[in-house]
């Protein structure tokens, strides 16, 4: 049943407002690496979403059993921080807008993984989706200028990083499902927030000067964590309450798109065959969404 019935405009503003934030994830780790390494980026990113959830988790600490934690951990490790520290690394060869695109194949992985490790039921209807998604996903890999061959292996990262969130979708559906979304989002952070402050103490971070050089960075990396990591996923839980998860997931085909404008904006280099097979992509999405219904 739907909570709080909220009128379109406002569900179409929230997803709206939700693809912005989370399609400019991919330009806001491009600025990070301007002045810190990958490691440091993904870790900040970590450590400052999970300074932002620390309030909520004392609070709802009451709800958490000690069964949880290692639930809390994995989730953590492949929702969060590994991605975080993945996407990170593909920045530091990829275009933002790239990776933006690429991230769109996250819906797809979720399936083909809860069909082949968490007994998902298979519709014959979406093979098509599947297969058309993978085809987006392959022309991304290996899209050059003018529609020729050209393999990027950094793109594999990103890659590797949709497939964890994959992963993570069915370990927060399948062992946390029990808790309420904020308490299992608050118990997730509070899980690897250490982690990353260890991360980040042996980079030497703490030995870098905050001045005007790397002031930029610095905030574009608690950006990432204060908006993609928190308040991005407070925001989908809720649009999911006032709607549906379905309604929700529409969110998917709007993020590369708001990445690739990023990318247009930055002066990035965009081929016409990485947009083609981004709609590629979106249409295989599409295609798997409309064989659930």
């Known amino acids: 049943m739907q909570e709080n ?8 503003l929230a997803i709206l407002g939700l693809a912005l934030i989370w399609g400019s994830s991919f330009i806001l780790v491009k600025k990070s690496l301007a002045n810190y390494s990958a490691l440091q980026v993904g870790a900040l990113r ?16 009451k709800h958490m059993e000690r069964k949880h934690s290692g639930s809390f951990l994995l989730a953590g490790l492949t929702g969060n921080l590994i991605p975080a520290i993945l ?25 083909i993984i809860g069909i082949l490790f968490f007994a998902q039921p298979f519709l014959w209807k979406q093979m098509t989706g599947i297969l058309v998604g993978l085809l987006g996903c392959l022309g991304l890999l290996f899209a050059g200028q003018g ?10 990262w990103v890659v590797l990083a949709t497939l964890l969130y994959g992963i993570n979708m069915h370990i927060v559906k399948t062992r ?16 690897i927030g250490p982690l990353a402050l260890g991360l980040l103490y042996s980079t030497g971070f703490f030995e870098i000067p905050l001045d005007d050089e790397h002031l930029w960075a610095f905030i574009s990396a608690m950006a990432l964590g204060l908006f993609g990591s928190a308040i991005g996923m407070l925001a989908f839980n809720q649009i999911i309450k006032w709607t549906s998860a379905i309604v929700a997931s529409s969110v998917t085909y709007m993020i590369p798109i708001v990445a690739l404008g990023w990318g247009f904006v930055d002066g990035e280099a965009i081929y016409l065959s990485q947009v083609v097979f981004m709609f590629v992509l979106l249409a295989g999405i599409y295609l798997v969404n409309k064989s659930k219904s």
């Open 147 to 156: 529609f020729n061959i050209d393999f990027n292996v950094h793109a594999l």
């Open 176 to 191: 946390l499902s029990d808790l309420h979304p904020l308490t299992s989002t608050a118990g997730i952070f509070m899980m």
């Open 5 to 12: 019935k909220k009128p379109s405009i406002i569900i179409f």
């Open 87 to 111: 996407f990170a690394i593909a920045g530091q060869h990829l275009s933002s807008a790239l990776s933006g695109m690429l991230n769109a194949f996250t819906p797809l992985f979720t399936l």
């Open 46 to 61: 970590i450590c400052s979403a999970s300074l932002f959830f620390l309030p909520i988790f004392i609070k709802r600490f």
